[in-house]
C-alpha cells in the first residue's frame, strides 16, 4: 500500500475511512465484524509485547488482564471517537495520541484483517482498494458532524430502516453512546 503524502498531526482528529476492492463484502458474518472490532481494539495501543493471534488465543479472563495491563502501562497511538463496519467498508474517528499513530493503526488493522479474512476465506490479494483516507475535523461542528454521519451511515444504507434499530445495532460506536 502506498504511503499517505500529507501525514497525519498529533493531537488532531480525523475521519479515516476505507473500502474494499471492488465493492466486496468485507464482513460476511458476525465473527468477521468482531475480529476487526477486536483488531481496532487491540492495536489502539503501541507498544504490544505479543501478537494478536497470541492475544486472540487467551482465555476471557486472561485477554481481561491482558489488555488491563497494556491501559495501564502503555500509551496509546489513537483514540477512537466513533465506528462504524459496513458491509463493503469502515468509517473511524480518530485522535492522532502519537507521531505516526493513525499510520502506525491502521497498518496493523487493515493488514490484520486481510491475513485474517484471506485465510479464513482461502483468497489472496489486496483486501482495501486503496490507501486509507483521512480527513482533518478542524472544528467541534466538523466533528459532531462527521459523529453523526458515521453513526448513522447504517440507516442511509438501508442496513437499518428505522432510527429506534441504532441503539441496537453492534458495529457502530453509537451503542457505546447510549449507554449499552
Known amino acids: 500500500m502506498p504511503y499517505r503524502d500529507i501525514p497525519c498531526v498529533t493531537?488532531?482528529?480525523?475521519?479515516?475511512?476505507?473500502?474494499?476492492v471492488a465493492g466486496q463484502t468485507i464482513y460476511i458474518k458476525v465473527n468477521d465484524y468482531q475480529r476487526m472490532y477486536d483488531l481496532f481494539n487491540f492495536y489502539r495501543f503501541g507498544e504490544l509485547k505479543n501478537s494478536f493471534s497470541y492475544y486472540n488465543r487467551l482465555s476471557i479472563e486472561d485477554k481481561e488482564v491482558y489488555l488491563a495491563n497494556v491501559v495501564a502501562s502503555n500509551r496509546p497511538l489513537v483514540s477512537i471517537s466513533a465506528f462504524s463496519l459496513m458491509p463493503t467498508h469502515f468509517h473511524l474517528a480518530l485522535r492522532q495520541e502519537q507521531a505516526g499513530g493513525i499510520s502506525t493503526f491502521m497498518s496493523r488493522v487493515q493488514n490484520g484483517y486481510a491475513k485474517y479474512f484471506n485465510i479464513k476465506r482461502k483468497r489472496f490479494g489486496a483486501m482495501f482498494q486503496a490507501m486509507y483516507?483521512?480527513?482533518r475535523l478542524e472544528s467541534e461542528e466538523q466533528y459532531l458532524h462527521t459523529i453523526r454521519y458515521i453513526h448513522i451511515n447504517h440507516m442511509t444504507a438501508g442496513i437499518i430502516t428505522k432510527s429506534t434499530e441504532l441503539e441496537h445495532y453492534l458495529w457502530t460506536s453509537?451503542?457505546?453512546?447510549m449507554g449499552n
Open 174 to 177: 453509537f451503542v457505546d453512546y
Open 133 to 135: 483516507k483521512a480527513v
Open 11 to 20: 493531537s488532531e482528529t480525523y475521519h479515516v475511512f476505507n473500502r474494499s
